[in-house]
């Protein structure tokens, strides 16, 4: 059975920092491109980060340059999402998603990944 299974989510003031972790199992992620959605109450769900399992420059939105860091530990299968800096607007469920390619599957919310984790909750308080 493939699963994500993220982990790492919280309560954290403004300005502080969490790590969530996505570790992979029931398949080879070797040749999978990994990522982070999230997505925040009442809002559509957006791309935050993603990196080629096996190596390589990562991808991430905009809005999170500069505070967030995707990376992986191939021994561990598991992909992190360490994050500094929060803000308010932080707040949101992750989510850890995969798929072999890179690319339009990756935007609109990621819908047509291959496989999500069940999400982790990141709340950011003043």
């Known amino acids: 059975q493939v699963q994500l299974v993220e982990s790492g989510g919280g309560l954290v003031q403004a300005g502080g920092s969490l790590r969530l972790s996505c570790v992979a199992s029931?398949?080879?992620?070797?040749?999978?491109?990994m990522g982070w959605f999230r997505q925040a109450s009442g809002k559509e769900r957006e791309f935050v980060a993603a990196i080629r399992w096996s190596g390589g420059i990562p991808y991430y939105a905009t809005f999170v340059k500069g505070r967030f860091t995707i990376s992986r530990d191939n021994a561990k299968n598991t992909v992190y999402l360490e994050m500094n800096s929060l803000k308010i607007e932080d707040t949101a469920v992750y989510y850890c998603?995969?798929?072999?390619?890179?690319?339009?599957?990756?935007?609109?919310?990621?819908?047509?990944?291959?496989?999500w984790g069940q999400g982790t909750l990141v709340s950011v308080s003043s």
């Open positions: 029931g398949r080879t992620f070797s040749s999978y491109f």
């Open positions: 998603a995969a798929d072999p390619y890179y690319g339009s599957k990756w935007s609109a919310g990621g819908r047509y990944l291959e496989v």
